[in-house]
């Protein structure tokens, strides 16, 4: 059934308003093990999301439920999941709110072809210059263009296309003694061959360098550096903060105007939304509730300026205009990198699975590969974990003066925590 | 009551065959999976509430899968009109010619794989189940789990928020291929009770589940699992920090399943062995544990969330033991890399959806009990700790690292429980090391269908696991 015709059907429902989220995908896939091909796959698929809402009788409480609307549903089987949506939308009960309005939207129709999209990763990665020392094991490559077509019950229709990609990347090296393998995932827009070819490059040497790893000492008590993607998550945990979401529930304490970070900082930061982040895959004019995203500063020398978020949980915070975020970027410090790299410190550069929790502020990550700068030289590590808690660590933070965009993300190239445990695993 | 087959399956199925009949004539093999699998989530919270007809396995598509010039292609979409068969087969024509062109330009060969055994089979099963989730009362169920946040909240001065999830899907599969038509209808319901507690501007949270192949009826017993949940949230809240180290340590069996799912679980998922991504393949009838660990892994081992009668591939479940006490046997595998292998497939190979690869994934993975108490195995430690909670794991195959983030440990001393606990913990160490020190294993064995589980970061599909107590040795921090 045709989407327009699903309007039709919701405007006669018993629905006091709705929304309607159409995304047809084209995607194209290859997997490849080293270069040969594994196989091919085409995506031809189209979801349609639909929430609806139903006023309550009390005049302060709305139901909502949503689900999807199958392409090959007939008319019948269209209505009668409108209708049992609406009669379960009476047991979503919430507060009240409003659904977002038309606002002047810029036109966002972004080019992408997969054809091209993918011939650019299969070159690229076939141009990747590997040795008998560390080579690509197998690759997967998938690109795709997105057509986004959001409307709801306040009029809002607004289309959008929106490349996507990925490539993850296996690479591995080896000496006489043994095989090591680094996983990549690499997220963005369109393939951008320069970065790629020089991430998995660097990616390499910290293959071969980890073939001579040592175990991680134990009684290290120094500052952790970050320098890899990794490095995301620190700034991710701000980000959830200040989530209306997250706020509204009482997991994080903090309103506009407050500190998230001791005024004595020595490093205060300040981070934006961003509409458009270079080759983004989250590049879009509206957010998935029809909200014009702007560029806005959230979070300005550690004190919070805006909220970001959910409508429904804005409006109940009396936060007028916010949007879900997409993209954001961190503004540069002051602090070079040079001079964050002074002194002693463990630099881990690559991790079993490094996570902040986004609940308890907890720190935790299995290094897989470190290099441990100290007044022996540098030291190539392996094994033992971190961990700490991040409420620990914000005044002390370090970043540094130059940035790394990690699709949607843009964040200090360096970033140093100095109050974390490292456990090591040498045996005494 | 039988849970019924989807009827929209049935409808297309004699047009799939017809596209197989069609596809058939320029290629070598060619299958499909169509799926139907509707079902409800629900969250409730003191704060909000959320009624969706949509989960993470609801879906409807088909993916073909077909081998031409030594190599295989795919072709997933959600519009298939069984009346037009032929122009859908010449959209898939036309779709890989296209593929194929930009392949040939880049000077890509393919790996050379062989044909996959079509062998014939036909099966139509239906599960029992109490409820289905498209007939049951919706309304009975927020309610339910809406009293118990509540309930949960009340019996806490620290608790802020409680947040409560269910989901339940009814799933119907089918498979077609010249040789075979395989259709399979089960449901499967899985709920959670998460309490938030918070002192002294210190958040922490606990986390019990409950699961099975089963109806929405499961979701009562959520009822026997928040006052537990709300002790490890208390629990977790006023711990202390672990001092770094290694200590002598019994996994409870949540803990003990995440160690089977991240070390001998993703560490002989075999189509790593195709890639030589694993270091298992190396290591196949040698010593990887003590003689106490005995590990299974299979659909048909447990009956919880992912127990099926056949894969995605259309190849029937299977029992594998991966490991017999403490001696690596085997892995599991998919069709295709079993192909590869040159051995015989185990029924573990798994899409996210229709829209996604196969891969050779994990259905339930189990330690065999043991013949000990837990009491004895307390009474044996003099220092260490009792680790429970299960939140995350991440595994290292090619090298055979392990990180398991563990909600808490209780401390033991001479041979009793403290009172003292610690968290949060990581542990880490390398796997041959943490099996090859069990030296007591209970005499019960639980199951988990609570997980989730992906391939690299991505590619999530329902998991259970578990096993019983385990005594062993672990580097915690």
């Not at chain 2, 499909?32 to 598509?61: C, P, W, Y």
């Not at chain 2, 430690?381 to 990180?403: A, C, F, R, T, V």
Request: charged share 25%; net charge negative; with cysteine.
């Amino acid at each position: 059934m045709r989407s327009d015709g699903i309007v039709e059907m919701l405007n006669r429902s018993k629905a006091d308003g709705w929304e309607m989220k159409e995304c047809t995908t084209h995607g194209w896939e290859f997997y490849f093990i080293r270069h040969q091909l594994d196989q091919n796959r085409t995506r031809n698929v189209t979801h349609i999301d639909v929430t609806v809402y139903v006023n309550m009788d009390d005049g302060k409480s709305v139901g909502m439920a949503n689900g999807e609307i199958h392409p090959t549903w007939s008319e019948r089987e269209v209505e009668d999941a409108v209708n049992r949506l609406c009669e379960n939308a009476k047991y979503g009960v919430n507060p009240s709110f409003d659904l977002n309005h038309p606002s002047d939207t810029v036109k966002c129709q972004q080019e992408t072809d997969p054809y091209d999209n993918a011939r650019d990763y299969i070159h690229t990665l076939q141009s990747i210059a590997e040795t008998d020392q560390a080579y690509l094991n197998s690759y997967e490559i998938f690109t795709q263009a997105d057509t986004i077509r959001y409307r709801n019950s306040n009029g809002i229709d607004v289309t959008e296309v929106v490349p996507s990609s990925m490539a993850e990347v296996i690479v591995n090296a080896r000496n006489d003694q043994h095989e090591i393998e680094l996983y990549r995932m690499y997220r963005s827009g369109n393939c951008d061959s320069r970065y790629l070819k020089h991430e998995i490059e660097k990616t390499m040497q910290y293959g071969i360098d980890r073939l001579s790893a040592v175990d991680t000492p134990s009684g290290l008590n120094l500052p952790v550096l970050f320098s890899t993607e990794e490095s995301v998550r620190i700034y991710d945990w701000f980000m959830t903060q200040i989530d209306t979401a997250y706020i509204y529930r009482g997991i994080s304490k903090v309103h506009k105007g407050d500190r998230l970070m001791e005024s004595d900082a020595v490093c205060p930061l300040t981070i934006s939304a961003k509409r458009n982040l270079p080759n983004s895959s989250f590049n879009q004019v509206i957010d998935e509730e029809g909200a014009l995203i702007e560029d806005r500063v959230l979070i300005e020398e550690g004190v919070v300026k805006s909220l970001i978020g959910p409508r429904r949980f804005c409006q109940y915070l009396k936060e007028d205009h916010t949007f879900n975020l997409t993209n954001y970027e961190v503004t540069p410090s002051n602090v070079p990198e040079e001079q964050i790299r002074q002194g002693s410190y463990l630099e881990v550069v690559e991790f079993s699975g490094f996570e902040v929790n986004a609940i308890t502020g907890d720190i935790f990550g299995e290094i897989r590969l470190g290099y441990l700068h100290d007044e022996n030289g540098i030291t190539v590590v392996k094994g033992g974990s971190v961990s700490g808690n991040i409420a620990d660590q914000k005044k002390d933070m370090l970043f540094s003066d130059s940035l790394t965009q990690y699709n949607n993300k843009s964040v200090p190239t360096v970033t140093c925590l100095k109050h974390l445990t490292i456990a090591g695993c040498a045996k005494n | 009551m039988k849970v019924p087959f989807s009827k929209y399956l049935d409808s297309i199925a004699d047009g799939l065959k017809l596209l197989i009949a069609d596809l058939s004539e320029d290629h070598d093999y060619v299958s499909v999976l169509a799926t139907d699998s509707t079902g409800f989530s629900i969250i409730t919270s003191l704060h909000m509430k959320k009624v969706s007809t949509q989960n993470m396995t609801s879906e409807r598509g088909i993916v073909v899968r077909v081998a031409r010039h030594d190599h295989y292609s795919e072709y997933a979409c959600n519009d298939f009109d069984p009346k037009c068969w032929r122009e859908k087969a010449e959209q898939i024509r036309e779709a890989f010619n296209r593929q194929e062109e930009l392949l040939h330009l880049c000077g890509v060969r393919p790996y050379v794989t062989g044909i996959i055994d079509d062998e014939m089979d036909s099966v139509r099963f239906e599960a029992e189940a109490q409820m289905l989730p498209e007939e049951c009362d919706l309304s009975v169920i927020v309610d339910q789990m809406n009293q118990l946040c509540h309930k949960t909240a009340e019996a806490s001065e620290y608790a802020y928020e409680v947040q409560s999830s269910a989901q339940s899907t009814h799933i119907s599969k089918m498979f077609l291929s010249c040789e075979k038509d395989m259709r399979q209808s089960y449901v499967y319901t899985e709920a959670t009770v998460v309490p938030l507690v918070a002192k002294d501007g210190r958040n922490a949270n606990g986390y019990m589940g409950v699961s099975g192949r089963v109806g929405p009826e499961i979701i009562a017993s959520l009822q026997d699992v928040w006052q537990d949940a709300l002790k490890q949230a208390e629990d977790v809240l006023l711990a202390q920090r672990i001092e770094p180290g290694e200590y002598d340590i019994i996994t409870s069996p949540e803990v003990s399943g995440l160690i089977a799912h991240e070390a001998f679980g993703h560490g002989v998922e075999m189509d790593m062995f195709v890639k030589h991504r694993a270091l298992g393949e190396h290591y196949i009838d040698q010593r990887v544990g003590s003689d106490l660990v005995t590990m299974h892994e299979g659909a048909l081992c447990a009956e919880n969330v992912s127990s099926y009668v056949f894969d995605d591939e259309g190849v029937r479940a299977g029992d594998t033991i991966e490991i017999d006490h403490g001696i690596l046997k085997t892995g599991i595998c998919d069709a295709l890399s079993a192909k590869r292998l040159g051995i015989a497939p185990t029924g573990n190979g798994k899409r996210q959806s229709f829209e996604h690869k196969v891969y050779t994934r994990m259905t339930n993975t189990l330690f065999d009990a043991g013949n000990d108490t837990l009491e004895e195995m307390i009474a044996s430690i003099d220092h260490g700790y009792l680790l429970e909670g299960m939140q995350s794991g991440m595994e290292d195959p090619k090298h055979w690292g392990i990180q398991c983030i563990i909600s808490l440990g209780r401390e033991i001393k001479d041979g009793k429980l403290t009172g003292k606990v610690v968290a949060p913990i990581i542990m880490t160490g390398y796997v041959p090391d943490i099996l090859g020190n069990i030296t007591m294993a209970s005499n019960q064995q639980e199951v988990f269908g609570n997980g989730f589980c992906g391939k690299g970061h991505k590619e999530i599909v329902k998991v259970a696991d578990g096993g019983p107590y385990l005594k062993t040795k672990g580097i915690l921090a």
